[in-house]
Nanobody, 122 residues
Framework: QVQLVESGGGLVQAGGSLRLSCAASGRTFSNYVMGWFRQAPGKEREFVAAISRSGAIAYYADSVKGRFTISRDNAKNTVYLQMNSLKPDDTAKYYC???????????????WGQGTQVIVSS
């Protein structure tokens, strides 16, 4: 498995931006599809975005499409989530995870980071 550590969360006003990073170690990073999920208090974990092994293909939840951008740097073993035009509904703990193939099904992701908190104030 790969070990994952997220960073970049924080408090931001509505309309603002944040960039989350997830550093990977332990296995060949480029072998994995990488995804971002989020979970708000009292809610289920929700798919946010995922990116293919090469970075050529990205998938997004409808709720973030056009506002968030996932990218990866395989040379740095890092995946990013650029979040623009943030809304209070984006408030959640954000997790990165690695998958052997699936994109939006969290059950297919084998390794998870500890999460980073994002709070968007209105």
């Amino acid at each position: 498995q790969v070990q994952l550590v997220e960073s970049g969360g924080g408090l931001v006003q509505a309309g603002g931006s944040l960039r989350l990073s997830c550093a990977a170690s332990g296995r060949t990073f480029s072998n994995y599809v990488m995804g971002w999920f989020r979970q708000a208090p009292g809610k289920e974990r929700e798919f946010v975005a995922a990116i293919s092994r090469s970075g050529a293909i990205a998938y997004y939840a409808d709720s973030v499409k056009g506002r968030f951008t996932i990218s990866r740097d395989n040379a740095k073993n890092t995946v990013y989530l650029q979040m623009n035009s943030l809304k209070p509904d984006d408030t959640a703990k954000y997790y990165c995870a690695s998958s052997n193939g699936a994109y939006s099904d969290y059950r297919a992701y084998g390794s998870w980071g500890q999460g980073t908190q994002v709070i968007v104030s209105s």
